[in-house]
C-alpha cells in the first residue's frame, strides 16, 4: 500500500469518527458574548480613512494647479493673473521673506536632505497622530 | 462539494460583514467541535477547553472584518485556535505529552483491520487518537478529519511544510502503532 492509499485509508475511517463536543449550550453562549460586544459597539464599521472633505480640498487643489499651469505665472504677468487678479493691490511679503532667508542662512550649515527628512518626518507623525485619533479600533 | 461549501462560508461571512451577527452562529455550529476537541486535547479539561473555544471564537468574530478570503476560513479559525491553544498552555504551565510516551514500531505501516465492520474500525481509530500526543492528534484530525492541505497546516502551526510532512508520517505511524495494540487487546481478550 503506498503513501497516498494509506491517507486515503485514513480518511475514510475518520468519516466515521465523533469528536468531543461541547455542551449543548455552547454555540448560544458564543451568540450571547458576541451580541454582548456588539451592542457596546457597532460590528463593523466601515469609515473611509479619508474623509469627504479631504478629496473636495485636493479637487480644489488640483483645479487651482490645473488653472495656473493652463494661464501662466503671475511673474509672467500673463493669462489667468493679468486677466482677474491685476486689479488687486498685492501685499507687502517683504518681511516675511526677510525673516525666511535669515532663517535659511543661520540653517545654512544644514544639507537640504537633512531639512527635507525632518520635515517629511514631522508631517508623518502629525498624519499619523491625526488619523490614529479619529480611526482608533479597541479590539478589548 | 467542497468548493460549493467555501462559497457558502463566504456568503455568510459576508453577511456578518455586513451587520448581520447572528449569521456567525453557523460557523460556530460548524467548527465547534474541531476547535473544542483540540483544546480539550491540550487542556484535558472540558471546563477549560469550552472556555478556550468560546475564545477562539471571538476573537475570530472581532477579527473577520480582516478577513479576506484568501485562504480557508476553516485554516483562519484553527490559526486563531492553535494561537489560543498555545497561549492558554503557555499561562497555565500545562505539561505537555512527551513524544515517547508512544513507541513507534517500525513495521507498523499499516493497520489490518480485516473482519472489522466499519463502524468498529471508526471506533477504535476514535480510542486510538485520545491516546495520541497533543501535537499528533491536532496534526490528525486537521489533515485526515478537516481535509486541511500540507501548505495550510503549516500556516496553522507556522512550521515548514517539511517538518508538517514528517511530522504527520510520524504521526500516522503512531495511530497504527496505537491502533495494532488495540486490536492485540482485542483479540485476546475475545472469550
Known amino acids: 500500500m503506498n503513501n497516498e492509499e494509506k491517507e486515503l485509508k485514513i480518511r475514510e475511517m475518520m468519516k466515521g469518527i465523533r469528536l468531543e463536543s461541547p455542551g449543548p449550550e455552547f454555540t448560544s453562549m458564543v ?16 469609515e473611509p480613512l479619508l474623509g469627504k472633505k479631504f478629496w473636495i480640498l ?8 490645473l488653472v495656473l499651469v493652463l494661464t501662466g505665472s503671475p511673474q509672467e504677468g500673463t493669462g489667468f493673473f493679468q486677466k482677474y487678479l491685476s486689479g488687486i493691490p498685492s501685499p507687502d511679503l517683504r518681511p516675511f521673506s526677510e525673516s525666511l532667508s535669515s532663517a535659511f542662512s ?11 527628512v525632518l520635515l517629511g518626518g514631522s508631517g508623518l507623525i ?3 497622530k491625526l488619523l490614529g485619533r479619529k480611526h482608533s479600533v479597541s479590539l478589548s | 462539494m467542497v468548493e460549493t461549501m467555501q462559497v457558502e462560508e463566504l456568503q455568510i461571512i459576508e453577511r456578518i460583514q455586513k451587520g448581520d451577527t447572528n449569521a456567525f452562529s453557523f460557523l ?20 477549560d477547553a469550552e472556555e478556550m473555544a468560546q475564545e477562539t471564537f471571538i476573537k475570530a468574530y472581532r477579527s473577520l ?40 514500531e ?37 489533515f485526515y478529519y478537516e481535509e486541511q492541505s500540507v501548505e495550510e497546516i503549516s500556516r496553522i502551526v507556522g512550521m515548514s511544510e517539511s517538518n508538517v510532512k514528517v511530522k504527520l508520517f510520524r504521526a500516522r505511524k503512531k495511530l497504527y502503532t496505537i491502533m495494532n495494540e488495540l486490536m492485540k487487546k482485542e483479540i485476546y481478550s475475545e472469550p
Not at chain 2, 479576506?68 to 504551565?93: D, E, H, M, P
Open chain 2, 28 to 47: 460556530v455550529t460548524k467548527y465547534q467541535d474541531v476547535v473544542f476537541s483540540i483544546a480539550l486535547k491540550v487542556l484535558r479539561n472540558r471546563e
Open chain 2, 106 to 142: 517500525e513495521s507498523d505501516e499499516e493497520w489490518d483491520s480485516f473482519g472489522m465492520s466499519s463502524e468498529e474500525r471508526s471506533r477504535m481509530l476514535e480510542t486510538a487518537m485520545k491516546q495520541l500526543p497533543e501535537d499528533d492528534y491536532m496534526l490528525v484530525v486537521l
Open chain 1, 126 to 128: 502629525l498624519t499619523d
Open chain 2, 65 to 104: 472584518s480582516s478577513f479576506q478570503g484568501k485562504s480557508k476560513f476553516s485554516t483562519w479559525l484553527f490559526s486563531i485556535a492553535y494561537n489560543t491553544c498555545i497561549t492558554s498552555v503557555r499561562k497555565k504551565k500545562f505539561p505537555t505529552t512527551s513524544i515517547d510516551q508512544v513507541q513507534i
Open chain 1, 31 to 46: 451568540m450571547g458574548a458576541i451580541l454582548k460586544e456588539t451592542e457596546k459597539r457597532p460590528a463593523f464599521v466601515t
Open chain 1, 106 to 116: 543661520q540653517t545654512g550649515s544644514l544639507t537640504w536632505t537633512v531639512m527635507l
Open chain 1, 58 to 65: 485636493l479637487a480644489a487643489f488640483a483645479l487651482l494647479a
